[in-house]
């Protein structure tokens, strides 16, 4: 390096702070990114996880300190009742209202609002539920690690959440939150809602969207990652089957077959980005090995 280059180093350096910390200031007074009406976004670490898991009716485990199965490389830890595809929904939405406000400003909505743009019901059993389900998104405490073990994130989803007798809530988004969002996804509403009532296909959905090109996976893991509670593997192995062929005749997934060593083949339909994505692999300007990604338009 000449003289010259060593003398731009210090300006290079003060550029990269500065950019820095205008992204930071960003990510603090609008911590959300923002998107369309119709669709709604989310860290991919929450959609490839057993953290909103596919979970039988009836009262939650409570668990403590519990390891998370998850695709690799970050690892988590979770504190609190289970949650499932139910849990999933209500915290899409709020982030959803969430997005584009400043960091302090607080979230406030009518909770029947709430429940009908999750498909709900504005009875008075749905009411008590949904308060339910807003304390234990507030309650919980979940860790994200990466790969070399530093914490990313430590807390609940959400803070302050409270409902009134007037039938309102609000919360306080959870900035630390922020850095999950380097790697997110995008689904489209309608495609998950009409999706009701069927937890594996809803998890499915939401794991495969998140990639441009899904590689094929064990019955074994998926069973692991989706957070079933069931424990026959033959048992599974069919509502596998049958959560999968609804996806595809729905149109969310272009094939699928499991093969005779127990591995899930499963072509998706890749989103705009995530085609322009893989023809630029195909094409040899990016490498073959799947990269970190901002965004996928599910």
Not at 62 to 70: D, E, L, N, Q, R
Not at 105 to 124: K, Q
Request: glycine share 10%; charged share 25%; net charge positive.
């Amino acid at each position: 390096m000449s003289s010259g280059d060593s003398g731009l180093l210090p300006y290079i350096s003060d550029g990269l702070d500065r950019l820095k910390r205008e992204s930071q200031e960003r990510a603090r007074v609008e911590p959300l990114p923002t998107w369309s009406e119709h669709l709604r976004g989310a860290p991919n670490a929450l959609l490839r996880s057993a953290l909103f898991g596919v979970q039988r009716r009836g009262r939650r485990r409570y668990v403590k300190g519990m390891t998370i199965p998850s695709q690799r490389p970050l690892t988590m830890t979770y504190t609190g009742e289970r949650l499932d595809q139910a849990d999933l929904d209500i915290l899409l939405q709020i982030l959803h209202y969430a997005r584009g406000k400043r960091a302090e400003e607080p979230i406030v909505f009518a909770t029947g609002r709430l429940l009908g743009d999750i498909g709900r019901c504005n009875g008075r059993s749905d009411y008590l539920w949904i308060r339910g389900r807003l304390e234990a998104l507030s309650a919980c405490t979940f860790v994200v690690s990466d790969d070399r073990g530093n914490r990313i994130y430590t807390g609940p989803f959400i803070s302050g959440a409270q409902s009134d007798r007037e039938g309102r809530s609000a919360f306080q988004f959870n900035t630390l939150l922020r850095p999950l969002f380097e790697n997110y996804t995008l689904i489209r509403w309608d495609d998950r809602l009409e999706l009701k009532g069927k937890q594996l296909a809803k998890w499915l959905h939401a794991y495969f969207v998140t990639h441009a090109l899904a590689h094929p996976l064990k019955v074994t893991t998926l069973m692991a990652w989706c957070g079933t509670d069931g424990k026959s593997l033959k048992e599974f192995r069919r509502q596998l089957r049958n959560a999968l062929g609804t996806l595809q005749q729905r149109g969310h997934i272009q094939s699928y077959f499991i093969d005779g060593t127990d591995l899930v083949h499963v072509r998706g339909i890749p989103s705009a980005s995530q085609a322009k994505h893989l023809m630029r692999k195909l094409s040899g300007q990016l490498p073959l090995a799947e990269p970190a990604r901002r965004e996928n338009a599910g």
